[in-house]
T-cell receptor, first 111, second 114 residues
Framework: DQQVKQNSPSLSVQEGRISILNCDYTNSMFDYFLWYKKYPAEGPTFLISISSIKDKNEDGRFTVFLNKSAKHLSLHIVPSQPGDSAVYFC??????????FGTGTRLKVLA | DAMVIQNPRYQVTQFGKPVTLSCSQTLNHNVMYWYQQKSSQAPKLLFH???????NEADTPDNFQSRRPNTSFCFLDIRSPGLGDAAMYLC?????????????FGNGTRLTVT
């Protein structure tokens, strides 16, 4: 039972445009959501998070949106840069120390 | 810099030969995790420690064990590796409030089983 789903395995975007990565979840108890970026041969790096009491969190070029009724979150990157090319994972937790990850979306930003 | 360090980066072991992966952290975080990630799959939580309290996931095979001798170090022991255990093993730490702070990952150990 996959509680956190990233249904798009890959995404290509032109440099300077917006990248939108999506994530759906099934467990209504999740109350904290995170996005990670992973380059090849490196561990995931934390990007941005959001608590369920908010519907938006912004950090520079990165914005995460949370729609609790739809059990959906998205990561917007604008403007996209070639260095953003990586695999992006969303993750969720429900007030415990256990974090559940999605399968990732490979973003390719074309110069 | 404070960080999570995993050694070795690449490990090759033979089928059935015990192997130990190590993780150390300078963040002084009280929670440490081991995740297994296979190609194109989500990282899968194997177990975590809150200080010395060990928490095993229900579906983690008995073949996988862990030790945390002190705050800084955590080890993953695979007693009899099978071909299906070939994967990237990721260590992570967390130091904030319960389930409300990000995980900090090491660069992983890629395990090959021959």
């Amino acid at each position: 039972d996959q509680q956190v789903k990233q249904n798009s395995p890959s995404l290509s975007v032109q440099e300077g445009r917006i990248s939108i990565l999506n994530c759906d979840y099934t467990n209504s108890m999740f109350d904290y959501f995170l996005w990670y970026k992973k380059y090849p041969a490196e561990g995931p790096t934390f990007l941005i998070s959001i608590s369920s009491i908010k519907d938006k969190n912004e950090d520079g070029r990165f914005t995460v949106f949370l729609n609790k009724s739809a059990k959906h979150l998205s990561l917007h990157i604008v403007p996209s840069q070639p260095g953003d090319s990586a695999v992006y994972f969303c993750a969720a937790s429900s007030g415990t120390y256990k974090y559940i990850f999605g399968t990732g979306t490979r973003l390719k930003v074309l110069a | 810099d404070a960080m999570v360090i995993q050694n070795p980066r690449y490990q090759v072991t033979q089928f059935g030969k015990p192997v130990t992966l190590s993780c150390s952290q300078t963040l002084n975080h009280n929670v440490m995790y081991w995740y297994q990630q296979k190609s194109s799959q989500a990282p899968k939580l194997l177990f975590h420690y809150y200080d010395k309290d060990f928490n095993n996931e229900a579906d983690t095979p008995d073949n996988f064990q862990s030790r945390r001798p002190n705050t800084s170090f955590c080890f993953l022991d695979i007693r009899s590796p099978g071909l299906g255990d070939a994967a990237m093993y990721l260590c992570a730490t967390s130091g904030g409030q319960l389930g409300n702070s990000p995980l900090h990952f090491g660069n992983g150990t890629r395990l090959t089983v021959t």
